[in-house]
Nanobody, 116 residues
């Protein structure tokens, strides 16, 4: 079955950097569109970014230019590089199979906390 395991979250100061990873198994990763979602405190699930099998990408406006999604098909791994982190980026981040906010299934999530 599809398994997605996120890692790389943590506590970082505003302006800092984190790289999230998502290791995939149980499906053909290289021919799958992949997505990062997040859930901020008190909010619903939000789309962050998606990557296609041709490496084309799309980003939510609030993270465009700060976050960068990528994939390593040889390692069945999805990445999210997050630069210039803001307090409002604090959330549980999930990777999911598919494109957009309805991408599913998703992993268990990794907590990112941006605080001074």
């Amino acid at each position: 079955q599809v398994q997605l395991v996120e890692s790389g979250g943590g506590l970082v100061q505003p302006g800092g950097f984190l790289r999230l990873s998502c290791t995939a198994s149980g499906f053909s990763f290289r021919i799958s569109k992949m997505t990062w979602l997040r859930q901020r405190p008190g909010k619903g699930l939000e789309w962050v970014s998606s990557i296609n099998i041709d490496d084309s990408t799309d980003y939510e406006d609030r993270v465009n230019g700060r976050f960068f999604i990528s994939r390593d098909n040889a390692k069945n791994t999805l990445y999210l590089q997050m630069h210039n982190l803001k307090i409002e980026d604090t959330a549980v981040y999930y990777c999911a199979k598919g494109w957009g906010v309805f991408a599913a299934p998703r992993g268990q999530g990794t907590q990112v906390t941006v605080s001074s």
